[in-house]
């Protein structure tokens, strides 16, 4: 079993900045992906960015230039630098990673974190 732990969230101004941190876990062999997802009150949860084990990425169109993903495997670790934070980014954050255990593969998600950008 793999598990994720994230970290970072918070209350931030509007134009502000936070740091999402996710470690994973476990009986891991490999991790081929892991990404970031949101789901705001009411709506269903979107891909914000991800990032392979080679560290090709892949972000929404509306946090592009905004965003950063970031990923260090020796960790099982994976980071989203938020600048530029708007009221609509607004939500939980969800991490979560694509893998293989030893015995198979798994799909694992965090327990989120709480994002509000609010004056």
């Known amino acids: 079993q793999v598990q994720l732990v994230e970290s970072g969230g918070g209350l931030v101004q509007p134009g502000g900045s936070l740091r999402l941190s996710c470690a994973a876990s476990g009986r891991i062999f490999s991790i081929y992906s892991m990404g970031w997802y949101r789901q705001a009150p009411g709506k269903q949860r979107e891909l914000v960015a991800a990032?392979?084990?080679?560290?090709?990425?892949n972000y929404a169109d509306s946090v592009k230039g905004r965003f950063t993903i970031s990923r260090d495997n020796a960790k099982n670790t994976v980071y989203l630098q938020m600048n530029s934070l708007k009221p609509e980014d607004t939500a939980v954050y969800y991490c979560n990673a694509e893998g293989s255990s030893y015995v198979t593969d798994f799909l694992s998600w965090g327990q989120g974190t709480q994002v509000t950008v609010s004056s």
């Open positions: 990032i392979t084990s080679g560290g090709s990425t």
